[in-house]
């Protein structure tokens, strides 16, 4: 069945770079897109950026400067980077597999806490 | 950016009811708006894709209507199990964006 696992740490330093892994079984990453998904705490979610099947990527504006995505296909994995860490990057972090032409999120990861602080 | 708008923002339900959220969206998104669940502490779930197509799995008492810039989730009798945030999000254009969530509430 399909899974999604996201991992990384939890505390982070303001300035930092933060590193986050996306372990996938059950589909195969050059026949789907995964996006990464982001909630603050308490709030609502907000798109970050997708790989899309053929590895190209597609970024959110608010985030593009300091954000990477890419993956290691052959370890089924998609990995986001994001630097230049602040207080307000604070929140759960989800990775999510696109649903194909829909555009949707048909499955999530578990998600991880990611919390910014000195 | 094509911002989606979720009302209410809280609405407190008595089990059996049937009940509808809206989510409007600032410029067409023709029918690339889907419908997501998300319990406390639980990632979100996909209900409804398409704006109306059901989901494997997600029990029949969800449905989506809507095209354009107008939607609805309709919840045909709720259960103590649907209390959760719903969101609903578009895929018709970058960046895809989510309303901010109706948060159903037992009255």
């Known amino acids: 069945q399909v899974q999604l696992k996201e991992s990384g740490p939890g505390l982070m330093q303001p300035s930092e770079t933060l590193s986050l892994t996306c372990t996938v079984s059950?589909?195969?990453?050059?026949?789907?897109?995964v996006g990464w998904v982001r909630q603050p705490l308490g709030k609502g979610l907000v798109w970050m950026g997708t790989?899309?099947?053929?590895?190209?990527?597609n970024y959110n504006s608010a985030v593009q400067s300091r954000l990477s995505i890419s993956r290691d296909t052959s370890k089924s994995q998609v990995f986001l980077k994001m630097n230049s860490l602040q207080p307000e990057d604070t929140g759960t972090y989800y990775c999510?597999?696109?649903?194909?032409?829909?555009?949707?999120?048909?499955?999530w990861g578990q998600g991880v806490m990611v919390t910014v602080s000195s | 950016d094509v911002v989606l708008t979720q009302s209410p923002a809280t609405l407190s339900v008595t089990p059996g009811e049937r009940i509808s959220l809206s989510c409007r969206a600032s410029e067409s998104v023709d029918t690339y708006l889907h419908w997501y669940q998300q319990k406390p502490n639980e990632s979100p779930r996909l209900l409804i894709k398409?704006?109306?197509q059901s989901i494997s799995g997600i029990p029949s008492r969800f449905s989506g209507s809507g095209s354009g810039t107008d939607f609805t989730l309709s919840i045909n009798g709720v259960e103590l199990e649907d209390l959760s945030i719903y969101y609903c999000?578009?895929?018709?254009?970058?960046?895809?964006?989510f309303g901010s969530g109706t948060k159903l509430e037992i009255k």
């Open positions: 059950g589909f195969s990453l050059t026949s789907n897109g």
């Open positions: 790989i899309w099947a053929g590895g190209s990527t």
């Open positions: 999000q578009q895929g018709n254009s970058l960046p895809f964006t």
């Open positions: 999510a597999k696109q649903g194909g032409a829909a555009i949707s999120f048909d499955y």
């Open positions: 398409y704006a109306s």
